[in-house]
């Protein structure tokens, strides 16, 4: 199910630029994307000496709690990471001269759940601030400086969720893992976008072991969809293959998963065989169809296999000649490569 585009309804700044200690900072929505809530914060130095400011209380620079994001007047979850950090040295501040500015960019529902429809509000905590001797400027305003504001403007913006259709709006929103089965939680800040993709891409999964299953149903000893993937017809081996597409599609439909997407690697994906439900998502995913050969669907459905508690498979060939080779010469190893149910499953070309 694809995604709702995002309409932005309103997008304007609430009144005037905020300043503390010399700092102004004006806070701005990039349009153009379709899904993806990503804003643009500049912040100028108004006074007549340098600043420092720390580098981690800067958007952008990664994971920090640096906005305040409300749905509908209600504060949204922060989803990124927490991270404990030491004291700060010279190298970790960033230095603003007098009159001089600085524009530096974020993608906020990568950091917050922004997965529901509603109206958002967004804005950004300004950073304390230390002038060029090192001595820092708090929020409390002193007898003889004017009171300093602790966040920018507000900007605001309407947001359809990551679906429209119900059922998978309710999956996208989850954000507990070990909520009630079926449902989707993500972590590694996914974006609304990368969202979208993994609900569309689960329910392709969803499809293609619903038709593995009823292929598996009936025994069909002269098949050719089988004999290319699993090998010669063998009763056991074929309930075998059954028992684990049974549990692909349990996973889908009832178990608790989570999707992650922090993996920079080449590959398309990867989980640990005994920590289910989590299937961490890598570049090549992002760039596969939802369905076909090496697909999103079939991707997910390959990653499922590997854990203990759904086919615990390994991964003993990769690609549809070594998978369709291993099907021909070892049927039992067949059985335990995550390709060979991947490629069963996208049954691409189509086989009877």
Not at 91 to 112: F, K
Not at 230 to 259: C, M
């Amino acid at each position: 199910m694809k995604a709702t585009p995002i309409a932005l309804l309103l997008a304007g700044l609430l009144g005037s630029p905020l300043c503390a200690a010399g700092l102004d900072a004006r806070l701005t929505l990039q349009e153009g994307a379709s899904e993806d809530v990503r804003v643009q914060v500049t912040l100028t130095n108004n006074g007549n000496k340098p600043i420092d400011l720390l580098k981690w209380q800067l958007p952008g620079t990664g994971d920090a709690p640096l906005f305040v994001v409300e749905r509908d007047g209600q504060s949204v979850t922060y989803q990124g990471a927490l991270i404990k950090r030491g004291l700060p040295s010279h190298r970790d501040y960033q230095r603003l001269g007098a009159g001089e500015s600085l524009t530096l960019e974020a993608e906020v529902s990568g950091l917050y759940d922004m997965s529901a429809q509603g109206e958002y509000s967004i804005s950004y905590r300004l950073p304390k601030v230390s002038d060029e001797a090192g001595t820092k400027r708090n929020a409390q305003p002193s007898a003889k400086a004017p009171p300093q504001a602790s966040e920018s403007n507000t900007v605001s913006l309407w947001l359809d969720g990551v679906a429209s259709d119900d059922r998978v709006l309710a999956k996208a929103a989850a954000v507990e893992p070990a909520a009630a089965g079926g449902s989707v939680s993500f972590t590694g800040r996914c974006t609304n976008s990368q969202k979208s993709q993994i609900v569309s891409a689960l329910d392709a999964a969803g499809v293609m072991a619903g038709d593995s299953l009823s292929y598996l149903a009936v025994d069909k000893p002269s098949g050719q969809r089988y004999r290319s993937w699993f090998g010669a017809y063998d009763a056991s081996r074929w309930n075998q293959a059954e028992g684990h597409f049974s549990k692909v599609r349990e996973a889908i439909e009832e178990k608790p998963l989570t999707f992650d997407c922090g993996c920079k690697e080449s590959y398309f994906a990867y989980v640990y065989a005994d920590q289910p439900y989590k299937i961490y998502l890598c570049k090549s995913f992002w760039t596969a169809a939802n369905t076909g050969t090496d697909s999103r669907g079939g991707t997910i459905i390959h990653e499922l296999t590997h854990f203990n508690v759904v086919a615990g498979t390994d991964d003993l060939g990769y690609g549809q000649g070594n998978a369709r080779n291993l099907a021909s010469t070892d049927p039992v190893k067949a059985l335990n490569n995550a390709d060979n149910h991947e490629y069963f499953a996208e049954n691409t070309p189509s086989e009877n």
